[in-house]
Every structure is written in structure tokens, then in C-alpha cells.
């Protein structure tokens, strides 16, 4: 794979030292959340992350997926005012980090019993607003929105694997109670120079 900036090269080396001393996708994603709040307070990425293109239209740039250690890191762009809808990440650990721009981060808790197909009731856990160098760390299956704030937003996100491409997520309307199974958003290789 080609050379990103040194900071993300680092973050790059930081991650394949946690998965190779930690045992399992929780701890080591937990020490990637750590990792990563330390990347998106990183002005010189910052700066670059104002080139990148936007990611409407279900996309996420692939700045690496490791061929050893299997996680991906991946980064999105948001217009002004992006409504973004509510989804899963299926079996996969999510760090979600802000970079640049603010966005508002809902969780949902799913109250049905899951024993009628197409069909997923959801309340409105919380809402937490993430400003640049916020990481939230969202487990296996938890439902959530990623909505964008007043400005053009930026996150990087750090993946246990990566989902899209490999596996069906879950993707869910709270006003129609709808659930269904969709693909992940097309993933576009991005080399993060300075
Ligand atoms: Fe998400």
C-alpha cells in the first residue's frame, strides 16, 4: 500500500502493535479508540483532511485496510446539514472520530422482539455531539445515526474489518418501523498526502 502522511503512518504502526498484544476485537478497538482521539486532534491531518472529497452518496474513502491484522480505516466527508440514516455495522467494532466540522451522533435501543421480519420498533437512546476530537466507540450491531452539523464535517473511522463489500448491514426507518438488510457504502481508495 502507498505512504499517507507520517501521523497516519504512525497511527497505521500504533494499531498493528495493539492487535498483535491484544487479545480480542474489544480490547484491541478499545485501544484504537484511544489511538484514534489522538489522530483527529492532529492539526497537520486537519489540514490535509480539507482536500478530500466529499462522500455523498453512500461512499467512505479506504485509506487502508491492513492485509495483516484485518482493520480498516476509513473516512467520510459530510455536506452541511446531512441527514444521515439509522444503520448497524453488523459484527464489526466502530470507532467513529471527528475531525474537522461538528456532527451529532443518536443511538437507538431496538424494543421489538425481533420475531416479525422487515419490522425493528427503536427509541432514541441518546444524542451526543461530536466536535473535532471526538471518538465514540460503537459496538457489534448497536444502532445509530451519524448526522452532519452545520459545516462541512470530516471523520475518520477505524474498523475492527471491514463490513461494506463482505457482509449485509442492518438499516432501519423509525417512522415507517422498518428493518431491512442493505450493502455498505462504496469504498473509494484514498492516499492521504499532506
Ligand atoms: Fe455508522
Redo the contacts with the bound molecule.
Sequence with gaps: MSKHIPVFEKFIEDLRAAWKELPDAEARMKKGQKLLEELVKDESLRQAAKSWPSTEGRKNLLFHEDAECGFAINGVVRNPGRKGSI?D?AHAW?A?GVLDGTESLERFRRVDDRSKAGYAKLELESVTEGKAGKVDL?PPFDI?A?QGGPTRSVAVILRSERVAGKVLQGSYSIEGNLYRQIEGPTNIPYEITG
Excluded: F, K, R, S
Design positions: 444503520h455495522h466502530t467513529y460503537v445509530h451519524e
